[in-house]
């Protein structure tokens, strides 16, 4: 499975996804729910971290992620 836009900022930075949900204004669980493929990111959500990230994580990044298909 490609890694998540979000994982992968939180590996580069070592940071925790608690810690850039908060940042973001977003709950824990909703970033874990994105990651895992459970919740879509939403606009709101998507700008959220972008801004929490400087950028770093972009919009179409955050908005076209889809895990790879079960095989």
Do not use: F, N
Not at 27 to 39: E, L, N
Request: aromatic share 4%.
């Amino acid at each position: 499975m490609p890694e998540h836009p979000i994982r992968r900022y939180c590996k580069a930075h070592g940071t925790t996804q608690s810690a850039l949900a908060s940042a973001a204004g977003i709950s824990k669980q909703y970033v874990c729910d994105m990651i895992a493929g459970r919740a879509p990111c939403g606009r709101g959500g998507a700008l959220a971290i972008v801004e929490a990230t400087g950028g770093e994580i972009t919009l179409t990044e955050i908005l076209t992620w889809e895990p790879e298909a079960a095989a």
